[in-house]
């Protein structure tokens, strides 16, 4: 991203406890902080993609924001198996992959 923007710093972020990333999926997925699903059968579906994001902000916004409104459990398990919600071991270039969910 530096090269994109010609910036000459690189800036390294740490990732969130878990209780961050709940409060910043939360919001982004159920609309508000520490809030759950309406559907109860969602939550540990929600809580595994959470786990899944590592505590990246980036990929907690974006995995939660696409996720906004769906009641559909199918498409939560599904997400908890899409490869690119998983995000521990990836590198950090592989992250802008994780962009394209908000986009399919």
């Not at 910043?24 to 508000?32: E, K, P």
């Not at 906004?68 to 919600?85: A, F, G, R, T």
Request: charged letters at 20%; a neutral charge.
């Amino acid at each position: 991203m530096a090269a994109v923007t010609q910036s000459s710093r690189t800036f390294y972020l740490n990732n969130l406890s878990e209780y961050d990333s709940w409060d910043l999926f939360s919001i982004h997925a159920f609309g508000g902080v520490g809030k759950n699903p309406s559907n109860s059968r969602l939550l540990p579906f929600a809580k595994q993609i959470m786990a899944n994001c590592d505590g990246n902000p980036l990929a907690l916004r974006v995995v939660a924001a696409s996720m906004k409104s769906n009641n559909q459990e199918k498409d939560w398990e599904d997400m908890v198996q899409k490869s690119l919600c998983t995000i521990k071991e990836k590198e950090n270039n592989e992250i802008f992959q994780l962009v394209k969910i908000s986009f399919d």
